[in-house]
């Protein structure tokens, strides 16, 4: 069974930088992706960033390009967001997600079949 842990949110300074973790237990990642996603209340989730495991162009929201990079780490198969620049916009619980079969160039919350617990990212102007 896939579970993934997200760690390393915290409280920033607009400005400032976070790197979140998404440790994987349970599977060995060798094709399919991972999501990461922000949500803050009252408004739908919404895809940050995807890396794919057979190498594909990593995708980001437009909002975080330039600021966000997904790095993955294929020793321990975690991956993590390193988020630089950051904004109050920014402000969200952040969860990554995995499907650990073929992912597509688009893709849908109800495309990951695992996802994690969340952490909190809050960023002040």
């Known amino acids: 069974q896939v579970t993934l842990v997200e760690s390393g949110g915290d409280s920033v300074q607009a400005g400032g930088s976070l790197r979140l973790s998404c440790v994987v237990r349970?599977?060995?990642?060798?094709?399919?992706?991972i999501g990461w996603f922000r949500q803050v209340p009252g408004k739908e989730r919404e895809e940050v960033a995807r890396a794919y495991r057979d190498g594909r162009k990593m995708f980001y929201r437009d909002s975080v390009k330039g600021r966000f990079a997904i790095t993955q780490d294929s020793n321990s198969n975690n991956e993590y967001l390193q988020m630089n620049n950051l904004e109050p916009g920014d402000t969200a619980m952040y969860y990554c997600?995995?499907?650990?079969?073929?992912?597509?160039?688009?893709?849908?919350?109800?495309?990951?079949?695992?996802w994690g617990q969340g952490t909190q990212v809050t960023v002040s102007s």
């Open positions: 997600a995995a499907k650990t079969r073929s992912c597509g160039v688009e893709m849908s919350l109800r495309d990951y079949t695992t």
């Open positions: 349970g599977y060995i990642f060798t094709s399919g992706c």
